[in-house]
């Protein structure tokens, strides 16, 4: 998932450097969406991890 975010980050970054406005702040925010969602797993998997070892 964290692949994704990046992709979609450098399409935007890319589409925003050859004036694509519209796409470029398309991209960006699918890609603040994926990372959010990758980020919120993450520390589920943390806090899940440490609850069954404990």
Not at 4 to 28: M, N, P, R, T, Y
Not at 30 to 47: C, E, G, M, T
Request: charged fraction near 5%; avoid cysteine.
């Amino acid at each position: 998932m964290l692949y994704w975010a990046l992709v979609f980050l450098v399409v935007a970054l890319v589409a925003g450097l050859f004036g694509f406005g519209g796409i470029a702040s398309a991209s960006a925010g699918i890609a603040q969406i994926l990372f959010i969602i990758f980020i919120v797993l993450f520390l589920l998997s943390l806090i899940f991890g440490a609850f069954r070892r404990g």
